[in-house]
């Protein structure tokens, strides 16, 4: 099942109907899964995935996308929970990302509608107003082209409401993630193996058995990829959240409610997000209840006629922090990628080489399942 009717994917793979010895299986297809599979393919492992359903998975496939620094808050209150070094390092980081995934989908002629069309944070009052100035001095500080927008400045973005003022990420980029993943496996030759779910499997001294209905998987490693359960005993570490997304129909008015094409989002924790995509309007929720009185908010004057509506859930760490790191001596996971996870997949998966390598740096300490173990083990 495609989580988005508007951009799905159309390639599809066939199942795995017979055994198979590989170096690395991943297990999930969504970004997390992929990601990792292009990294070990790329540091010279021989990978194989498989995938419950369809590649591009849940979580990836609803996605709207966004491609912004960070795990999932602002980076002020990043450095208040990770540290100020942690946080420089992710926003540094994720930008560098940014960069990469848009350089990807050009040189590898990826159809995944990336676009670096920025982004806007926006205060609706002059409370926020306050905390989008100190944001925006930390950024800065930091060396991110951010630019702090008047109320003026920002009508010509976004004309049809009247905001406190707001922070421009001229670097932010959008991509349809499902298309994007499913081009790279391609792109790599991942073999990809899709309606083939693992069933289970034993690790033992040398080696890990996974099990498909209708074949076994022998391999050193396991990377498991599979967004929610199994949680490998870290449930109590996670929240389920979700998202949903509001398309309208086609519409000639896009240019009136987006003249820059930019994406804007509201600076709560759970935030809303409203961007054009094509000739439609996007308003994306955390919930839906009170959307008849967001879209009158958002698009006063505009008939917004909804045309679609998709949402899915994705896991979120309680510390924001998505987990990447072995749970056994033969097994990883790239799990809890949160509200930020195209990004967080796309880094967690390029550090998979060295984690199943035993290396660790600044990322890795901070993304390892142990962070919730003082004592260093593991519930099995
Ligand atoms: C509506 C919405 C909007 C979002 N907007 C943004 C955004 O703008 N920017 C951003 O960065 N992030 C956004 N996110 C979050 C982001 O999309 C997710 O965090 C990310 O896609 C998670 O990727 P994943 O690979 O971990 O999970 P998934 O995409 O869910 O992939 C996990 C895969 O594992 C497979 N699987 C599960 N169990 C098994 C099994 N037993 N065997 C085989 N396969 C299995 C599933 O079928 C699935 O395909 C959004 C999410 C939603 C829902």
Not at 105 to 122: P, Q
Not at 190 to 201: F, Q
Not at 266 to 294: A, C, F, N, S, W
Request: hydrophobic share 40%.
């Amino acid at each position: 099942m495609q989580a988005n009717p508007i951009w799905p994917v159309e390639k599809r793979r066939p199942p795995l109907e017979r055994d198979l010895k590989v170096d690395v299986l991943v297990i999930g297809g969504g970004m997390a899964g992929v990601s990792c599979a292009r990294s070990l393919m790329r540091a010279g492992r021989e990978v194989a995935l498989i995938e419950r359903d369809e590649l591009g998975g849940p979580a990836t496939g609803a996605s709207s996308g966004v491609l912004y620094y960070g795990s999932g808050t602002n980076y002020l209150e990043a450095v208040k929970l990770f540290g100020q070094q942690n946080a420089d390092s992710l926003w540094l980081e994720t930008a560098r990302v940014i960069q990469e995934i848009k350089d990807t989908a050009r040189d590898c002629k990826i159809d995944c509608g990336i676009r670096s069309c920025g982004s806007i944070m926006v205060a609706q009052n002059d409370g926020q107003l306050a905390d989008v100035e100190e944001e925006h001095a930390g950024l800065q500080k930091l060396g991110l082209p951010t630019r702090l927008l008047s109320p003026d400045a920002l009508k010509t973005s976004y004309p049809l409401v009247e905001f406190a003022g707001g922070i421009a990420f001229d670097a932010v980029g959008q991509v349809h993630p499902a298309r994007l993943a499913s081009a790279m496996a391609e792109h790599e030759g991942i073999p990809v193996y899709e309606k083939t779910p693992s069933e289970g499997w034993e690790e033992s001294a040398d080696k890990v058995m996974v099990k498909t209905p209708k074949a076994r998987i022998e391999c050193t490693n396991l990377v498991v990829a599979t967004n929610l359960e199994p949680f490998l005993g870290l449930e109590t570490h996670f929240d389920t959240e979700g998202s949903v997304i509001l398309a309208s129909a086609p519409t000639p008015r896009v240019k009136e409610a987006f003249p820059e094409e930019k994406i804007l989002w509201t600076m709560e924790e759970k935030y809303d997000i409203v961007y054009p995509r094509g000739d439609r309007l996007i308003l994306e929720l955390y919930q839906l209840g009170d959307e008849d009185e967001k879209l009158r908010r958002y698009f006063p004057g505009i008939e917004f006629v909804t045309d679609q509506i998709w949402g899915e859930n994705w896991s979120k760490p309680r510390d924001w922090i998505p987990i990447a790191g072995m749970v056994s001596k033969r097994t990883a996971v790239a799990k809890g990628m949160g509200d930020q996870g195209i990004i967080m997949s796309w880094l967690s998966g390029k550090k998979m080489p060295g984690i199943l390598e035993g290396k660790s740096d600044w990322f890795t300490r901070l993304t390892s399942p142990q962070r919730f173990f003082p004592g260093g083990v593991m519930p099995q």
